[in-house]
């Protein structure tokens, strides 16, 4: 039999996406060894970002949407280093990726792991487990505004930032967060918005979400304001499992889930094209972190929990489960990096989650 193939481009970028992104693919070469020869992962690794930029004046090059059009996935690290400004290093390679393959669906589980303690006292004694699917493609990271007058005498520069809502945009997105909440436990979507004070785009999202709602009679709904869901977050966590929500607002309200369940590294992402027409991205929800990069102690668990996000959207769930499973094992060994109270290095996380796949356990 030959073997499938997947060909995977790596984009580790900057600072720990490096580390994080050797760590993932070293597990995935395990789980490729462990198939029997079922499924082969082609990675070609691209060496874009801050040093590229300094060099080339770019972040990626030219042509890389055109090369990376071939690849089924994008295996991303973290984009941004000092020497470049965040918002070019971000729109240069992330945001240029995200937008210019139209990965609209942003999904970013938050995982409360064992063995990792979460600041919420609540957590010892509640199942907790939610997604909060983040639309990906517009809001207030369409990119629409410009600057002018910084000609201008007496700091007369003026600068102006656009939220585009389309509502073709809210539509795919809310439907995704419905399909998505029948396929877990707890059928429930809640929404979040500031429409409040945002009276044009997010009262387009709302009328939009009411609509969709209409179509999924089994699944509970909510819409909640965003300052109010993130008092839930840590006051009714219990109460969530699909929280769909706008560019920026998931974007923070994820990095909040994160820290909850114990850390920024723990938590994984994937940038959806669920249409295929152009390959998906998963990458850890965290940064390039430079206080802590080169050292060897970053947390590769968001980084693993995305590889399995990548297996799963390549229809090996088997594998994708059991990546899962292995990184649960390894936690609840209290094998565990600094973020999360442990001593582990990066690569001893690795080691531990290896060792932990199904074909290893049992033997
Ligand atoms: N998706 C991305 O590529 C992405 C996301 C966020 C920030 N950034 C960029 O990263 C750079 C740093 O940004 P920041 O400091 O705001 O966010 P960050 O996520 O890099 O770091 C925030 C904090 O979390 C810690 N942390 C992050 N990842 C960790 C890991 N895997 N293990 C252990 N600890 C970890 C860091 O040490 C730091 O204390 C900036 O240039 C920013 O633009 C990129």
């Given at each position: 039999m030959s073997p499938k193939e997947f060909r995977i481009a790596a984009i580790p970028a900057d600072g720990v996406g490096r580390e994080v992104v050797e760590a993932g693919k070293t597990v995935l070469d395990a789980i490729e060894a462990d198939g029997g020869g079922r499924f082969a992962f082609a990675w070609e690794e691209f060496p874009w970002g801050s040093d590229y930029f300094a060099e080339h004046g770019r972040m990626m090059a030219e042509d890389g949407l055109e090369t990376l059009q071939?690849?089924?996935?994008i295996y991303f690290g973290a984009v941004g280093w000092p020497t470049v400004p965040d918002h070019v290093s971000l729109w240069g390679l992330r945001l240029a990726i995200c937008q210019g393959f139209d990965q609209w669906a942003n999904l970013r589980p938050v995982r409360f792991l064992p063995g990792i303690e979460s600041p919420l006292r609540k957590a010892d004694r509640t199942d907790l487990d939610w997604v909060v699917v983040r639309e990906n493609s517009e809001g207030e990271y369409a990119g629409f505004g410009g600057h002018t007058f910084a000609s201008r005498e007496g700091r007369g520069e003026v600068a102006v930032q656009s939220a585009l809502f389309t509502e073709v945009g809210c539509e795919r997105i809310i439907k995704y967060a419905f399909e998505l909440a029948r396929t877990r436990p707890r059928k429930k979507v809640s929404s979040v918005t500031k429409s409040n004070a945002q009276q044009y785009g997010m009262v387009l999202w709302d009328r939009v979400f009411q609509r969709v709602a209409a179509d999924y009679p089994d699944v509970e709904t909510e819409s909640v304001l965003v300052d109010a869901m993130s008092a839930k977050f840590v006051l009714q966590p219990e109460e969530l499992s699909v929280v769909v929500a706008s560019n920026l607002f998931a974007d923070i309200l994820s990095d909040l889930g994160s820290a909850l369940a114990g850390s920024l590294g723990l938590a994984p992402s994937a940038n959806l094209n669920p249409e295929r027409r152009f390959p998906s991205m998963f990458e850890p929800?965290?940064?390039?972190?430079p206080d802590i990069a080169g050292q060897g102690v970053c947390n590769p668990i968001g980084a693993f929990g995305s590889a399995a996000m990548m297996l799963d959207h390549f229809g090996l769930k088997a594998e994708a489960e059991g990546l899962d499973a292995a990184i649960e094992a390894a936690t609840a060994q209290g094998i565990r990096t600094r973020d999360v109270g442990g001593t582990a290095k990066t690569a001893e996380v690795t080691e531990a989650v290896i060792a932990n796949l199904p074909a290893r356990r049992q033997s």
């Open positions: 071939a690849f089924d996935a929800v965290h940064g390039s972190a």
